[in-house]
């Protein structure tokens, strides 16, 4: 049976109209040519799209002639380009009515395979048809007219077409016989074609072609193959048997094209509706993929830029759309070719695979994306989605600009180049004021011979009351209330003391034995009893011993990494354990600790992917603390910490320090006045250095491996000055306020300062 070509043509140059016959429909009515500057609007490409391995040097592919490309851009195909993919060493196969050699739109494009097959014409296109499919592949980027959506692909053109059919003015067109057709599928095959684009429609192949594609597929091309343009009549509503009955024999590597938008004075637009001369996908839903049909630009066999409308011009859309694909990665089958550019597509009308739209509208963009599971290279474990959370000791640290690059592989084993450190989140801004006031807290203890007591609860959600008794917390309380602190300090013998506690650091249990107070500061906290990130405690434990000298306390405590804000961090667990020797020399009184703090999960209270290092970290800190009595109830204070931290994906150096002065009797008996300044712990040093795969071989399908490194050292750096007073009053009362301000704050060089007040009163039970 004879299939005819799929399209029309309005040329721009001569403003003349001329028309092939569409299959078994007739001609497909072009609407009038629009103005030579109009721009079709380009979807734009995700900010974060990956590009495949090797990066290459950035291009500017958004030109004019870009702009004016509406196949290329309609498809969202600067993706592909943006990622090194342009069509170059792809075959793509043009089975039509040739194609004009001399145009410059083709030089350089057309391989040498590329012959008659239905006669001895030469290449010669008497219709314009081929010569305008051809163009929507592979037309030069050159800087003027319109490129190919694949424009560096080369073109196995077979002219198929009956002799003197195309020239035939009392007939309908140029026709094809399915002898001619299977001719130029086993050439292309033979030729290397990875790629053959079917502009034609009519009856059901017969059985020398079926087989001709069967051999085709077999070799893993790709065939697309136009939906037909009977949109208007009945038989509309399937598929042309041309394109449906090779989708249901070859469903892996058949894509059925058809035709979406409209052709305006102004441009084409409506690209989410099918043009109304498209057949719809019916049958072949499932191999059904829609593109622009409607006053596509190309050219015609002149070299004129012109506009052609029909599915006989989605196809080479979509064709060009696979070359892009197997250009950006090699590795790919057919079928994987076909699979991804379905999977990819936008979902158009019903929900899913539909009767109309089939699988839905092509788009480049989301093809180059990484589908399914992704892995890094070289590794077989699955890449978590969720992204990392930095430690807050890492503030504004450019972790999320300074590239961090690395290959992945997604479900189709396609190498893509990433930036990790755009997974990375910092840390939340902080309230601490708010953290530090934030609940009703009441407070009591007692003592008992060797044994003393203390504990805090807070208030109820329902705010129905502590219900304490002064007694202790029996069964009645319990219920009412939540514990949130308390601790139990027992002498052992005269040179031994023990201290546990709940909810309260293994810091504030070594403070409990030594008597060294840290100060009633809200926000320039203890910087050796926080280990850089809002902990919530559960046990600690705090063993002192008397050695003459020295003393020596052994210290731990596990928790749990909290916060203002839930992080990926939140709950993961940490356990604390330390020693230090303190030792009176007169007035003065030094302290020496190190601490080794273990996270399962967590780094410093952030939370790495496993690309990233996940999987906790170990951090050695070295405490020094010095504090003088200055006499007349004043007395100062240095304390300052060290931190070594190693996790899977680097390592870092930290440091926190604080000064401060305080006094008691000040301004009357029992008062007590503090003053700070302090730097909370901070990233100084260090951050990212791992082997990543930072290549990817093809022709192996194996990553190269090299050291990257990113630095975690914040540019900002919080400094906390604050200044507290509190005294007695109204009996056992106990009024206390706190002025203070941060500069930096979060170490976030840019952050406004932030400062505040606060004043509290509190009474015994």
């Not at 090194?84 to 040498?112: L, M």
């Not at 450190?421 to 934030?438: C, K, Q, S, V």
């Not at 240095?638 to 390592?651: H, I, K, N, P, V």
Request: proline share 5%.
């Amino acid at each position: 049976m004879a299939k005819a070509l799929v399209g029309s043509a309005a040329t721009l140059a001569l403003l003349s109209l001329s028309a092939c016959g569409g299959g078994g429909g007739g001609p497909v009515a072009s609407t009038p040519a629009p103005p030579t500057s109009t721009a079709p609007v380009t979807p734009t490409p995700a900010p974060t799209t990956p590009a495949p391995a090797p990066t290459v040097a950035a291009i500017n592919y958004n030109t004019t002639e870009y702009q004016r490309s509406n196949a290329a851009t309609s498809s969202g195909a600067i993706a592909a380009y943006h990622a090194g993919a342009t069509g170059k060493n792809v075959k793509v196969a043009v089975i039509d009515s040739g194609i004009n050699p001399d145009v410059g739109e083709f030089a350089g494009r057309i391989d040498a395979a590329s012959r008659d097959v239905a006669g001895s014409r030469g290449l010669g296109d008497d219709s314009g048809h081929g010569s305008a499919a051809a163009g929507v592949i592979a037309a030069n980027r050159n800087g003027s007219g319109t490129h190919g959506v694949a424009f560096d692909s080369t073109l196995l053109v077979y002219r198929a077409d009956t002799p003197g059919s195309c020239t035939d003015t009392e007939g309908d067109g140029c026709s094809f016989s399915d002898y001619n057709i299977a001719r130029g599928m086993d050439a292309a095959v033979a030729a290397g074609a990875k790629v053959v684009n079917l502009s034609l429609g009519g009856s059901a192949p017969g059985t020398s072609l079926l087989n001709s594609m069967r051999a085709a597929v077999t070799a893993g091309v790709v065939i697309v193959i136009s939906a037909g343009n009977d949109g208007d009549k009945p038989e509309g509503v399937d598929a042309d048997p041309f394109a449906a009955v090779p989708a249901s024999r070859f469903p892996t590597q058949v894509i059925v094209a058809g035709a979406l938008g409209t052709m305006t004075s102004s441009g084409t637009v409506g690209l989410d509706q099918l043009s109304s001369f498209s057949n719809r996908a019916g049958i072949a839903a499932n191999n059904y993929l829609g593109a622009i049909g409607a006053g596509v630009r190309t050219v015609d066999q002149n070299g004129n830029e012109s506009r052609w409308s029909g599915t006989s011009f989605s196809a080479p859309t979509i064709s060009g759309a696979a070359a892009l694909l197997a250009s950006a990665f090699p590795n790919l089958s057919g079928a994987q070719i076909v699979d991804i550019l379905f999977k990819s597509a936008d979902d158009l009308g019903a929900t899913g695979t539909d009767s109309i739209f089939g699988r839905g509208r092509l788009n480049v963009t989301r093809a180059m994306q990484p589908i399914g599971t992704v892995s890094l290279a070289g590794s077989s474990e699955a890449i978590s989605s969720t992204g990392s959370d930095a430690p807050a000791a890492a503030g504004d640290a450019p972790v999320g600009t300074a590239s961090i690059g690395a290959v992945i592989l997604d479900g189709y084993s396609r190498a893509f180049a990433v930036d990790l450190a755009r997974t990375i989140r910092t840390a939340p801004r902080t309230e601490p004021l708010h953290r530090a006031l934030g609940g009703t807290l009441r407070a009591g203890g007692a003592g008992a011979g060797p044994l003393s007591i203390m504990m805090t609860v807070a208030e109820r959600s329902d705010g129905k009351g502590y219900l304490l008794g002064q007694a202790g917390i029996g069964p009645e309380d319990l219920r009412r209330a939540r514990l949130v602190a308390g601790s139990a300090v027992a002498r052992i013998d005269r040179k031994t003391a023990v201290a546990f506690g709940y909810a309260e650091g293994a810091k504030a249990m070594e403070r409990r034995l030594s008597g060294v107070s840290s100060g009633s500061f809200l926000i320039a906290r203890d910087v050796s009893g926080n280990p850089g990130f809002d902990a919530e405690r559960g046990s600690s434990i705090a063993l002192r011993r008397d050695l003459g000298k020295a003393a020596l306390t052994i210290s731990g405590e596990t928790g749990e990494v909290t916060g203002e804000q839930r992080t990926l961090a939140f709950g993961s667990p940490y356990r604390w354990t330390a020693f230090s020797l303190d030792r009176s020399l007169g007035r003065q009184w030094l302290s020496l600790g190190l601490g080794r703090l273990e996270e399962e999960r967590s780094l410093l209270g952030g939370r790495m992917d496993g690309l990233l290092g996940g999987g906790g970290a170990a951090t050695t800190f070295l405490d020094l603390e010095a504090r003088r009595d200055l006499g007349a109830g004043w007395s100062a204070g240095m304390t300052a910490r060290r931190g070594w931290t190693r996790f899977a994906g680097g390592s870092f150096t930290t440091g926190a320090y604080a000064v401060d002065v305080a006094a008691s009797d000040l301004l009357g008996d029992g008062d007590r006045f503090g003053v700070r300044l302090s730097q909370p712990l901070r990233i100084d040093g260090g951050g990212f250095a791992m082997s990543l795969p930072t290549s990817f071989d093809y022709a192996g399908m194996t990553p190269g491996y090299s050291i990257v490194r990113s630095s975690m050292v914040p540019r900002g750096r919080e400094l906390d000055a604050e200044l507290s007073y509190g005294r007695r009053w109204l009996g056992n009362g106990w009024v206390s306020g706190n002025l203070f301000t941060r500069l930096q704050p979060d170490h976030i060089r840019a952050a406004a300062p932030d400062t505040g007040a606060a004043v509290r009163f509190s009474l015994g039970f």
